[in-house]
């Protein structure tokens, strides 16, 4: 039953980063035209962003619960700080990215090109961000 649960666990980490991730390739995406309004579904992507990464976390702790806290010496230990690093920073760039998405949709101009363009910018960060993150996870379950 514990292998099941963990089988579990880590099933519904993997789903949050393809949620994200593919969120924000389809957010990325979206601001690059021009035509039709973005920002609801911008929104949509925000209020499942901030959830995935409520599961990631969580899901995160669980997984490392069942693999033990390294030591900080160990190159395991060293590759996990460094992807909690990249992780908070990810953090701090998407509250940014959230709060600049509530802000222009209260706007009365919509969403102009300059903003557009600063937009796509946060949300490319977004995305690279969370590239690395995965590329640090796969050195982290495999070496």
Do not use: Q
């Not at 940014?96 to 946060?122: F, Y």
């Amino acid at each position: 039953m514990a292998s099941a649960l963990h089988l579990l666990v880590r099933l519904a980490h993997v789903l949050g980063m393809a949620a994200l991730l593919g969120g924000v390739g389809v957010a990325w995406l979206l601001l690059r035209g021009d035509d039709a309004d973005p920002l609801p579904a911008l929104r949509r992507y925000e209020r499942l962003f901030w959830g995935a990464l409520g599961v990631m976390i969580a899901t995160g702790v669980g997984n490392l619960g069942a693999l033990g806290p390294p030591g900080p010496e160990t190159r395991w230990g060293t590759v996990l700080t460094v992807k909690l690093a990249v992780v908070t920073g990810l953090v701090v760039v998407s509250a940014v990215r959230s709060l600049a998405v509530e802000r222009l949709e209260a706007a009365p101009s919509g969403l102009a090109s300059p903003a557009r363009d600063r937009l796509r910018a946060l949300y490319a960060v977004t995305g690279w961000g969370l590239g690395l993150t995965v590329a640090l996870a796969e050195v982290l379950a495999h070496g």
